[in-house]
């Protein structure tokens, strides 16, 4: 059950960081809560955006299959975020596959309640640009990575990056959903782990989560040309 005071989680959510109570209040009452267990389908790519999810809690994962049958994978995100914003914006559909990777609480705010707020405030939408735009170079570095660095280096910097509790980072679906991420074999990855472990950076992987041990030498391998 729901309580009055449950809007206010939309300030966690960074698209919202800049709005006032007031209008945090009316996108709540617009939205249409929703659940999702592990393994379903939040949207699918290429489907009409007509409403902005917000993750407010759990995780998912953003995928898309080539022409030719691959599936790649463009990263995870956790609550509190808003998933897609660029399809709201484009009319083009969904950009990719969304799939639960745990359990998910999510509000749906129609498309055209968000639209009307980007159109009465310039600071919301001063806001929004910033934030496309830095998610958008965020992509290039991304890409660049995966044309330019080995496997082992992109690795050694998701896992930096990725969420870690007590030094723990959470493999989610293992090592083929990794190897989706960086764009390689489950063998390359492996390999690539293997290594990591061998050198003392790591530690094992139990129960699905992996030991960062030497965070200072991984961000080296991360970077390897900056030695």
Request: net charge positive; aromatic share 4%; charged share 25%.
């Amino acid at each position: 059950m729901e309580s009055g005071e449950d809007w206010r989680r939309l300030r966690d959510v960074p698209l919202f960081a800049t709005l006032p109570d007031t209008d945090l209040r009316h996108l709540w009452q617009a939205s249409v809560p929703r659940r999702y267990d592990t393994g379903e389908l939040l949207r699918t790519q290429g489907a009409p955006a007509d409403h902005l999810l917000v993750l407010l809690d759990g995780r998912t994962a953003a995928s898309a299959t080539t022409p030719g049958g691959r599936v790649v994978r463009f990263g995870a995100w956790n609550g509190p975020c808003a998933l897609d914003k660029v399809a709201l914006l484009d009319r083009a559909g969904h950009t990719a596959t969304f799939t639960a990777l745990a359990p998910c609480t999510v509000r749906a705010i129609p498309r055209a309640r968000f639209m009307a707020l980007l159109d009465d405030s310039a600071a919301v939408r001063a806001h929004v640009l910033r934030l496309l735009a830095a998610q958008a170079r965020a992509q290039q570095h991304r890409l660049t990575d995966a044309v330019t660095l080995p496997c082992e280096a992109r690795l050694a910097a998701w896992l930096l990056d990725a969420p870690a509790a007590d030094g723990h980072v959470t493999l989610g679906g293992g090592q083929r959903e990794l190897a989706d991420l960086l764009g390689v074999t489950r063998v390359t990855v492996n390999r690539a782990l293997s290594r990591l472990r061998r050198d003392g950076l790591i530690g094992p992987a139990e129960g699905g989560r992996i030991k960062v041990l030497a965070p200072e030498l991984l961000a080296l391998r991360a970077a390897p040309d900056s030695r």
